[in-house]
Every structure is written in structure tokens, then in C-alpha cells.
T-cell receptor, first 113, second 111 residues
């Protein structure tokens, strides 16, 4: 079983739809959870960062962490064509003074006008 | 704006010909990372520097080396690139264990 599982999609939705992206993980030592957005041929851009279980909201984006189920989600409300990108979940333990990120494979999202 | 810069953005090299990729940062972060990302795959950590201390991942091939001459710059050297080394190479930085910030990446093509 891989440490982080993420459905690669692709996921295609109409503009204005609510998008739900999910990852599951097996390592209970993970403490920090992140969502990165990666446009084609660009580097990952940090979208959301959470530490504890629960919800964190930033504009149209909500990150949700359920440590008991080892499950994290990213919700995008009122999706826009500019949200079309690959979304990578990432998590870490943060040992030894630096951070080793473990990524999911990414979900490719297309928002159609 | 403070940022992570990677040069070149696109690099073409020949099979077996050494190549160096460059990363610089204006964030004054003490940790710098190099990742390899192949098409439709997750970024894979190759190694990182915590200040001047080099940390190699156990499964990083010997073909990959890195140098960090100062806080701002870090280089990835591929001594003898093979066709399987064609990928996007991503540099990231952080302050200690804090969140990593990525550069735009260098796409390497091996002919």
C-alpha cells in the first residue's frame, strides 16, 4: 500500500460546480497536510496548509482533515476555468529540522466554461 | 518579489553528456530541496541541504549530485544523463521544517 493515495482523475466539471478532491494516507505519523496546485509545465504552488483535524477555509477553497480516518479533502466552490490544473496533496512528519514531503500523484482538474 | 528561481527553464542534453541545473532563492531560506517529477507522477525527493548539511535520499542514483556554494544557490549535477532521466526537476526551499515553496521547474530532455 502506498503511503499516499490520490485518484488521478481526470476530473471535468462545468464552471460554477463544487469540486471535491481527496487523498487517503496510511502513515499515522503525518502531522502536516498541504494542497498544491500545479499548472501545466509549472512548479507546484502552495494553496492550503493544515495541521489539525477539521476545516480550514480560504476564499473559495476549503481544506478538510480527518486524522481518525486518514483522509484529507480539498473543496473548491464556484469553480472557474482558471482553476484547471493538477492538484497535489502532500503530507509530512517534519523530523530532524527539515521537512520530507510525501505527495499524492495529483488529480487533473478541468473546469469547462 | 521574494522567490525561487530555476535556470534554465528548458534544458536539452545528449545521452551521457553532463548537465547542471541551477536554483537560486531570494527568500533567505536555510533548507533547499531537489525533486524529480516525471509525467503524471508525484514529485520525488532526490536530496536536500539543511544549511550546508547534505541529505541524500537512499534511492537517489549516484548519477545525481548536488552543490550548495552559499545560502542562495543550489545546483543539481547529472553526471551521465540517461533517457530515463528526462523529467521536470523542481527546486524548493523552506525555513527549517516550515512549508516548502517551489520554483517553476526545469524540464530536461535527453536525446
Amino acid at each position: 500500500q502506498k503511503e499516499v493515495e490520490q485518484d488521478p482523475g481526470p476530473l471535468s466539471v462545468p464552471e460554477g460546480a463544487i469540486v471535491s478532491l481527496n487523498c487517503t494516507y496510511s502513515n499515522s505519523a503525518f502531522q502536516y497536510f498541504m494542497w498544491y496546485r500545479q499548472y501545466s509545465r509549472k512548479g507546484p504552488e502552495l494553496l492550503m496548509y493544515t495541521y489539525s483535524s477539521g476545516n480550514k477555509e480560504d476564499g473559495r477553497f476549503t481544506a478538510q482533515v480527518d486524522k481518525s480516518s486518514k483522509y484529507i479533502s480539498l473543496f473548491i466552490r464556484d469553480s472557474q476555468p482558471s482553476d484547471s490544473a493538477t492538484y497535489l496533496c502532500a503530507m509530512s512528519e517534519r523530523q530532524g529540522g527539515s521537512e520530507k514531503l510525501v505527495f499524492g500523484k495529483g488529480t487533473k482538474l478541468t473546469v469547462n466554461p | 518579489d521574494a522567490m525561487v528561481i530555476q535556470n534554465p527553464r528548458y534544458q536539452v542534453t545528449q545521452f551521457g553528456k553532463p548537465v547542471t541545473l541551477s536554483c537560486s532563492q531570494t527568500l533567505n531560506h536555510n533548507v533547499m530541496y531537489w525533486y524529480q517529477q516525471k509525467s503524471s507522477q508525484a514529485p520525488k525527493l532526490l536530496f536536500h541541504y539543511y544549511d550546508k548539511d547534505f541529505n541524500n535520499e537512499a534511492d537517489t542514483p549516484d548519477n545525481f549530485q548536488s552543490r550548495r556554494p552559499n545560502t542562495s544557490f543550489c545546483f543539481l549535477d547529472i553526471r551521465s544523463p540517461g533517457l530515463g532521466d528526462a523529467a521536470m526537476y523542481l527546486c524548493a526551499t523552506s525555513i527549517g521544517e516550515e512549508t516548502q515553496y517551489f520554483g517553476p521547474g526545469t524540464r530536461l530532455l535527453v536525446l
